[in-house]
């Protein structure tokens, strides 16, 4: 009990709650940032293995809240979820043992780790961000709805599924990012609600699976589980709440750039060979969080320009994000609502 309350239990139920707002702000995987977060604080002696699985533990937890309650709303497409399940939970819980297989050395297992997290943030930073350009895609093109129950495609689902599940088996990362994006580019009908709704059903099993494959090799460690599920779970709560007063532009512009510089941060503490073996960079991981900051923007701006929109305005990044947005409404008489209106101001 007294592990339990501790300075570092402390932290641990705090990045907890910022997190889990997060994730409730932006419907972003906690695991992308979650895991990096905590391998930063130094928490079970920063072993990544460790981290990975009590924040996989979490996820199981607070991720099945939210999967009921779009449940109880009939938001989720179970077919779908279904295929992608069956995908996601044997490589879910294959990929741990693959692991553990090939790096027997803890020191060895820990790089290992910490390089697959550093790639599958890095992509995960690509996704989103491939996420909204591709929606802007189609709205310069028409807006086309397209079907709202699509006719499944089971070989692509099973194969995003196994993806996802090899994915955050090893890192914890990829159920709300990497799956997300593949679902966008499979099924583009599906409403904003209805992937939100599927991606949370099929991450339950998903998670629950990657946690028991991990906690039968490296155990649970109860000092991280218990603090970080105390946090996330009423800090999820609050993000969703919250979420439709609060500009998103900025919070999911600041998501692609956290997700890159903590990305580059785990393969400089892994010692990746272009970043050097021998010493961290912490200069060079601002450096590329100070570009990120400069340059998303304008290049964000840039694309906006190339399919004949202006450098800022309609749509904005929350339109583009609720994944359904059609043709942008004419502005002036009858057409433009006041909430509209607010969300012209969200640039």
Request: proline share 7%.
């Amino acid at each position: 009990m007294a592990d339990l309350i501790t300075l570092t239990a402390l932290s641990i139920l705090v990045a907890g709650f910022l997190v889990g707002i997060v994730v409730g702000l932006t419907g972003m995987g906690g695991g992308a940032l979650m895991t990096p977060a905590l391998i930063f604080l130094g928490v079970g002696s920063g072993e990544a293995a460790t981290i990975v699985t009590a924040d996989l533990t979490a996820a199981a937890v607070y991720k099945t809240g939210g999967a009921a309650m779009h449940a109880k709303e009939g938001s989720p497409n179970f077919k779908l979820a279904g295929w992608l399940i069956a995908g996601s939970v044997p490589m879910a819980f294959l990929g741990p043992w693959l692991v553990n297989h090939f790096t027997s050395d803890p020191e060895e297992l820990d790089n290992v780790l910490k390089l697959s997290i550093g790639f599958a943030l890095l992509f995960a930073a690509a996704t989103y961000a491939a996420r909204l350009y591709l929606n802007l895609r189609r709205v310069r093109s028409g807006g086309d709805p397209g079907d709202p129950n699509p006719k499944i495609r089971p070989i692509p689902t099973l194969l995003v599924g196994m993806l996802g599940g090899l994915l955050v088996g090893v890192t914890s990362v990829g159920s709300g990012s990497v799956i997300m994006i593949a679902l966008l580019m499979l099924y583009p009908g599906l409403s904003a609600v209805k992937l939100v709704g599927t991606d949370l059903v099929q991450a339950v099993p998903l998670v629950l699976a990657a946690a028991i494959s991990n906690i039968a090799i490296h155990g649970l460690d109860w000092s991280i589980a218990i603090p970080l599920t105390v946090g996330s779970v009423p800090g999820t709560l609050l993000g969703a709440r919250i979420a439709p007063k609060v500009p998103q532009s900025i919070i999911r512009r600041g998501i692609v750039v956290v997700l890159t510089m903590s990305g580059v941060a785990l393969l400089d503490k892994a010692g990746w060979a272009p970043l050097g073996k021998d010493s961290t960079h912490p200069v060079v991981v601002a450096l590329v969080g100070l570009a990120m900051i400069v340059l998303v923007p304008l290049i964000w701006g840039m694309l906006r320009r190339q399919q004949g929109l202006p450098f800022m305005g309609r749509p904005t990044l929350r339109e583009l994000d609720t994944w359904n947005y059609a043709s942008p409404p004419k502005v002036g008489g009858n057409t433009t609502s006041s909430a509209q209106i607010h969300r012209d101001s969200d640039v």
